[in-house]
């Protein structure tokens, strides 16, 4: 069993910047691959950032790359996502995920194990 903890949501103005943390407990968290989505109102989850279990492997939905910056310390048991350049449409929900089926199937919520509870950003105009 994996236990998922968001920190780090609120509000910011366009062009601001937050780091979103996810602490995991409960099983050994440098062979996870971790990941973040988010839900906006009215829309799927969507994928936004993966990294693997030594840092070396990550993917970016298009949207956010050149933006934000997944990092995870294996130390600490925490992946972040460093959000720079906010938008609005980057309002949503944020969840942080853990153990990935394979590479292929990232961008599937259905394909990820563990959840965490969400953390919310807000974004303004």
């Known amino acids: 069993q994996v236990r998922l903890v968001e920190s780090g949501g609120g509000l910011v103005q366009a062009g601001g910047s937050l780091r979103l943390s996810c602490a995991a407990s409960?099983?050994?968290?440098?062979?996870?691959?971790m990941g973040w989505f988010r839900q906006a109102p009215g829309k799927e989850r969507e994928f936004v950032a993966a990294?693997?279990?030594?840092?070396?492997?990550?993917y970016y939905t298009d949207s956010v790359k050149g933006r934000f910056t997944i990092s995870r310390d294996n130390a600490k048991n925490t992946v972040y996502l460093q959000m720079n350049s906010l938008k609005p449409e980057d309002t949503a929900v944020y969840y942080c995920?853990?153990?990935?089926?394979?590479?292929?199937?990232?961008?599937?919520?259905?394909?990820?194990?563990?959840w965490g509870q969400g953390t919310q950003v807000t974004v303004s105009s």
């Open positions: 409960g099983r050994t968290f440098s062979s996870s691959v």
């Open positions: 995920a853990a153990e990935l089926e394979t590479w292929a199937q990232r961008s599937s919520s259905k394909a990820w194990h563990y």
């Open positions: 990294i693997g279990g030594t840092g070396v492997t990550i």
